[in-house]
């Protein structure tokens, strides 16, 4: 079975500062993996995924994650955090038939 | 090109009562799944329907079920609501089956039971 453990339930950061959100998957396929990001009363929006084309994945807004099989890893990382990206944060992970398991969520603080 | 649309996105109803939520998917998408959003149990995953075939379910009671029509929309209904039935219910849509394939999601239906 495939699931996603969000190792931060919670990261505050500054404006300015870095982020890494941190993503463990565990799968006996080769996942598809992908982050999403839900602002207050919206719905979910796609930042980026992996699927097993490079490991190094860029996405929108300035945020990059790398896929690492060796840790079971999928960080999502950017290197100056802006007040916008304050948000919940999901790692999702998908094997066959759009059955997408969630990870519980990190929420983004950015602190001016 | 217009995204998912959910409606109604709010609703509130009375233990006991059913309800049914609609989902209209991006034009050309033919896979719809539904999740329930909760504080307590995050995004879990109801159900999924290709070509108006449920494909794929979730671990949810009987009492939540859905359809979908010739032309992609779908809808899930909840029969005998129970307090715990409140959650935000996303409704994602896909072109295809596939384990790569993006979703789309809408802004959901927030239910409340009371």
């Known amino acids: 079975a495939q699931s996603v453990t969000q190792l931060d339930s919670h990261v505050s950061v500054s404006e300015g500062t870095p982020v890494l959100l941190r993503c463990n998957y565990s799968s006996s396929y080769s996942p598809s993996l992908f982050w999403y990001v839900q602002h207050p009363n919206k719905g979910l929006q796609l930042l980026l995924k992996?699927?097993?084309?490079?490991?190094l994945v860029k996405g929108i807004n300035g945020f990059e994650a790398e896929f690492k099989k060796s840790e079971t890893s999928f960080h999502l990382t950017k290197p100056s955090a802006h007040m916008s990206d304050a948000a919940e944060y999901f790692c999702?992970?998908?094997?066959?038939?759009?059955?997408?398991?969630f990870g519980a969520g990190t929420r983004l603080t950015v602190k001016p | 090109k217009a995204g998912v649309t959910q409606t109604p996105r709010y609703l509130i109803k009375t233990r006991g009562q059913q309800v049914t939520l609609s989902c209209s998917p991006i034009?050309?998408?033919?896979?719809v799944s539904w999740y329930q959003q909760t504080p307590g149990q995050g995004l879990q995953f109801l159900f999924e329907?290709?070509?108006?075939?449920?494909?794929n379910k979730g671990n949810f009671p009987g009492r939540f079920s859905g359809r979908q029509f010739s032309n992609s929309r779908s809808e899930m209904n909840v029969s005998t609501l129970e307090l715990g039935d409140s959650a935000l219910y996303l409704c994602?849509?896909?072109?295809?089956?596939?384990?790569?394939?993006?979703?789309?999601f809408g802004q959901g239906t927030r239910l409340t039971v009371v």
């Open positions: 999702v992970v998908s094997v066959f038939n759009n059955d997408m398991r």
């Open positions: 329907y290709f070509s108006e075939t449920q494909r």
């Open positions: 034009s050309g998408h033919r896979s």
């Open positions: 994602a849509s896909s072109l295809d089956r596939g384990r790569d394939t993006e979703a789309f």
């Open positions: 992996y699927t097993s084309a490079a490991t």
